[in-house]
């Protein structure tokens, strides 16, 4: 076995999957996951899905979580780093319950946290270009949020609205206590650097979702541009540094 095989073992690792109405896919990514990172716990948070989400979670044998009703997907984070904190994990990897993330990439994650390249890694599906890009609509509008961030940060984040990041143990106290809810994944990169943590991206190859529907389509995409900005400008404009 190959030694950076044997130093991500050592990691107490937790892989996060909020999942809402994701019945199509759930077992699938569950096993994955489970393949390609057979020494993880995994964990699924059921976010009030009125499918059969949770009941299918739970005969894969992992943990699951359950929340009476939706919350959102911040929400629905939020209570995996909880679960991550209090459970003292090293790492915590959020991977989606819809099956765009490829659990392959999760390895390489936790080598560079192992090495402390920086404190969260981001999967990024633009830094080589490869398989699903997304709706034209959509790369154009994560494009805009990469020169945003540029402004706001100093710093480059080529795919700020994805969902598949790493986590180190330190990150993880910060961002169970203020993950935000309405745009989590945009404003997290924001509190990250707020907080004095380091945040690096790696190439990564998506997929098409697996099964379910897209909370962001029709007109969504241009309401949420719009609503994601004012967010980041407000987390920018309080400037103060969070503990």
Avoid at 110 to 115: G, K, M, P, R, S
């Amino acid at each position: 076995m190959p030694n950076n095989e044997k130093k991500i073992e050592n990691l107490k690792t937790l892989v996060i999957v909020p999942a809402y109405n994701e019945s199509e896919t759930i077992i699938k990514v569950v096993d994955e996951i489970s393949h390609n990172v057979p020494f993880a716990d995994i964990v699924v948070i059921d976010d009030g899905s009125s499918d059969e989400t949770y009941h299918q979670a739970k005969e894969t044998g992992v943990f699951v979580l359950r929340h009476p009703f939706n919350l959102g997907i911040g929400s629905a984070v939020q209570s995996g780093f909880k679960f991550a904190l209090e459970h003292n994990y090293d790492v915590a990897i959020q991977v989606d319950g819809d099956g765009q993330h490829d659990p392959k990439y999760i390895p390489k994650m936790l080598e560079l946290i192992q090495d402390n390249v920086a404190d969260v890694i981001g999967g990024s599906r633009f830094l080589t270009k490869e398989g699903f890009q997304s709706s034209l609509l959509r790369r154009l509008g994560i494009k805009y949020f990469e020169i945003l961030f540029k402004i706001l940060t100093g710093k480059k984040v080529t795919d700020c609205t994805a969902g598949f990041r790493a986590f180190s143990k330190d990150s993880i106290k910060l961002i169970s206590k203020v993950y935000p809810d309405d745009f989590p994944e945009p404003e997290a990169v924001i509190l990250i650097y707020k907080a004095g943590f380091t945040f690096t991206e790696v190439p990564v190859v998506m997929r098409e979702r697996l099964g379910g529907q897209s909370s962001i389509s029709g007109i969504k995409p241009l309401i949420y541009m719009i609503k994601v900005t004012l967010a980041l400008l407000m987390n920018v404009l309080r400037g103060d540094r969070i503990e």
